[in-house]
C-alpha cells in the first residue's frame, strides 16, 4: 500500500500570500492518478487537481498543481479568504485509493 | 446536477453491521464512465477509503478493512450500499459516498453531504 505523507500539518499565512503544499509518497505514484481536495469545517472535500496538474471544473487558476514520482506539491499562488481550509491530497494504484492526512492552511 | 444522498442508521450497536445506501440522482449510475465508491472520516481526522464498486459489479476493496466490508451496486435503483461488519468504537465516522471519475485519474468529483454513524451500545 502507498503511503501520502503531507508537510507541513499546519501551514500559517495572511490573505494574499502564496501557499505551498507537499505530498510525498512511500513509492513512484503514476502522475496521472494524483488528486488534491479542499475540504472546509463541515462539508464534503472539494476536488482541486486530478492528474497531479490539471484542474477540476470551477477551480480558480491561483491553484495549480505540479510534481511527478513521489513527490508533489499544492501550490494557491494568492490566499483568498475562503481558501483557509485543510487540503488532501490522494492517489489511486493497483486497485486502491489513499489519501494523505491533510495540511491545514489557517490565517495568521 | 448529480446528486448523492447517504441513508441509513446514525447508531449502530458495538459487533452489529452498519449498512448504508447511496442513492444518486441527476445521472445514471450505470455509465462505464465513473466508479462509485465510500470514504469515511472520524471526527476531527483525515480521509479514509473504504471501498469502490463498477456499474459491472466489480469491487475494490481497502486491504486493511477488506475482511469487514461489502460493496454493492443494484444498477436498477440508481443505488449502491455498503456494508461493515463486528463495528467498533473506531468505526465511527462520518461516512461519504462519492463519484469517482476514470478521466479524472479515479479522482472523486462528486461526494454525498456526509453520513455520521456513531458506534455506541
Known amino acids: 500500500e502507498i503511503v ?3 508537510s507541513p500539518g499546519t501551514l500559517s499565512l ?13 513509492q513512484s505514484v503514476t502522475s496521472s492518478y494524483l488528486a488534491w ?5 463541515g462539508q464534503a472535500p472539494r476536488l482541486l487537481i486530478f492528474g497531479a496538474s490539471s484542474r477540476a471544473a470551477g477551480i480558480p487558476d491561483r491553484f495549480s498543481g505540479s510534481g511527478s514520482g513521489t513527490d508533489f506539491t499544492l501550490t494557491i499562488s494568492r490566499l483568498e ?9 490522494q492517489q489511486y494504484g493497483s ?8 495540511t491545514k492552511v489557517e490565517i495568521k | 446536477q448529480l446528486q448523492l444522498q447517504e441513508s441509513g442508521p446514525g447508531l ?12 444518486v440522482s441527476g445521472g445514471s449510475i450505470s455509465r462505464s464512465s465513473y466508479y462509485w465508491g465510500w470514504i469515511r472520516q472520524p471526527p476531527g481526522k483525515g480521509l479514509e477509503w473504504i471501498a469502490t ?15 469487514r466490508v461489502t460493496i454493492s451496486i443494484d444498477t436498477s435503483k440508481n443505488q449502491f450500499s455498503l456494508k461493515l461488519s463486528s463495528v467498533t468504537a473506531a468505526d465511527s465516522a462520518v461516512y461519504y459516498c462519492a463519484r469517482i471519475g476514470v478521466s479524472l485519474g479515479r479522482g472523486i468529483d462528486y461526494w454525498g453531504q456526509g453520513t455520521l454513524v456513531t458506534v455506541s451500545s
Not at chain 1, 37 to 41: G, I, L, M, N
Not at chain 2, 53 to 67: C, D, E, H, M, Q
Open chain 2, 12 to 23: 449502530v450497536k458495538p459487533s452489529e453491521t452498519l449498512s448504508l445506501t447511496c442513492t
Open chain 2, 53 to 67: 464498486v463498477y456499474y459491472s459489479g466489480t469491487t475494490y476493496y481497502n486491504p486493511s478493512l477488506k475482511s
Open chain 1, 95 to 102: 486497485s486502491s485509493w489513499t489519501f494523505g492526512q491533510g
Open chain 1, 81 to 89: 479568504p475562503e481558501d483557509f481550509a485543510v487540503y488532501y491530497c
Open chain 1, 14 to 26: 495572511s490573505p494574499g500570500e502564496r501557499a505551498t503544499l507537499s505530498c510525498r509518497a512511500s
Open chain 1, 4 to 6: 501520502l505523507t503531507q
Open chain 1, 37 to 41: 481536495y479542499q475540504q472546509k469545517p
